[in-house]
């Protein structure tokens, strides 16, 4: 069936992908263009601020489809795991899609609304066509970003309404999972290139940094990838949790019932070697448990987070050390 949702249709999922290469091109080549035919002599500074708009939305258009790729291994992984009858499944997501469009929508005046809120007075400056177009496709990025945020935050919960469902769960095994701790670390990587990227274009000066507009657009979207990564597992983490929680009260309940046997066979003199030695297995097996993880990542991909949130702050002064020493 058909996909019901914009972003797969049109970004994420697109029949041509010529088309959207196309769509990338024009986005990018269009403020050049109309700058031309107006004769405006832009300096590297303006060229700069006019590149950010749309290669953020140049980034977002490339990078969606990797990252639904991602998703779909996810839910391969996770459906895997079920029980139930794949046909519920798949009415279910159908109704869900079904409301997609309307919350995508949603989600893009909610980006939009955003840049209105701290950007109002840039729109009082539109003298010419440049300015026009380059302000249109600001709003167009965003308003993707917040359907890109929404995007993400949706398919948490849908990660974790099907992680509700009856799955096979080991808690000693994570490794079904490991496409969960993957996925969240594709995400936390991709905002942190978003990121990256505009303020590589932003003409960045102690003078910049001081405003308070600046801080209100990147100190939020600079935490993003931290939330995200976790965020997006937190599910997997309460199911994990729960499964080891209640196979350590299972097995806390027959180490206290052995011991009492123990003592008492004990006190009469019997053979106690075999209980033993199956108290030994138990308390082995709870260690285990103890020891278990509940979160589907490991210390590379949490390490490869950290990083990367210091990333953009490296841009920053990498970009104002630049900058001093061309003067």
């Known amino acids: 069936m058909p996909t019901t949702s914009l972003w797969d249709r049109y970004i994420a999922r697109p029949k041509n992908p010529w088309g959207t290469v196309s769509a990338v091109l024009v986005i990018v080549a269009a403020p050049f263009l109309v700058a031309r035919l107006e004769g405006a002599d832009l300096t590297l500074e303006a060229w700069r601020g006019v590149m950010i708009p749309p290669a953020i939305i140049a980034y977002i258009f490339l990078l969606a489809p990797r990252l639904v790729a991602m998703e779909d291994r996810v839910m391969t992984a996770l459906q895997a795991l079920m029980e139930e009858d794949p046909a519920s499944l798949a009415r279910e997501a159908e109704e869900a899609e079904s409301k997609a469009p309307t919350r995508e929508l949603l989600a893009f005046a909610a980006g939009l609304s955003f840049y209105l809120l701290f950007g109002w007075r840039n ?3 539109l003298a010419s066509w440049t300015q026009v177009i380059l302000t249109l496709e600001t709003f167009a990025m965003y308003g993707l970003l917040g359907v890109v945020i929404y ?3 949706d398919r948490t919960r849908g990660f974790g309404a099907m992680l509700r469902r009856n799955l096979r769960v080991d808690p000693l095994d994570v490794a079904p999972f490991d496409a969960v701790g993957r996925h969240s670390l594709a995400l936390a990587l991709v905002f942190v290139g ?3 990227l505009s303020l590589v274009f932003v003409w960045v000066t102690p003078a910049v940094l001081i405003l308070t507009e600046f801080w209100v657009v990147y100190a939020p979207l600079a935490a993003m990838p931290f939330v ?3 965020v997006n ?6 199911l994990l949790a729960r499964a080891r929680d209640r196979d350590l009260r299972r097995v806390d309940l027959l180490i206290r019932e052995d011991c009492a046997a123990l003592v008492s066979k004990a006190e009469q003199g019997q053979e106690v070697s075999e209980l033993s030695q199956r108290l030994l297995a138990l308390t082995t097996y709870e260690s285990r448990l103890l020891q278990a993880r509940t ?3 490991d210390t590379a991909m949490l390490r490869t987070v950290f990083v990367s ?12 050390l630049l900058e001093a020493l061309n003067r």
Not at 233 to 238: I, S, Y
């Open 228 to 230: 995200i990564f976790f």
């Open 194 to 196: 978003g990121i990256t």
């Open 151 to 153: 995007g993400s935050t």
């Open 309 to 320: 949130i210091l990333v953009p702050g490296g841009t920053v002064v990498g970009r104002l």
């Open 295 to 297: 979160w589907p990542y």
């Open 123 to 125: 729109l009082g400056q």
């Open 233 to 238: 597992m937190l599910p997997t983490h309460r």
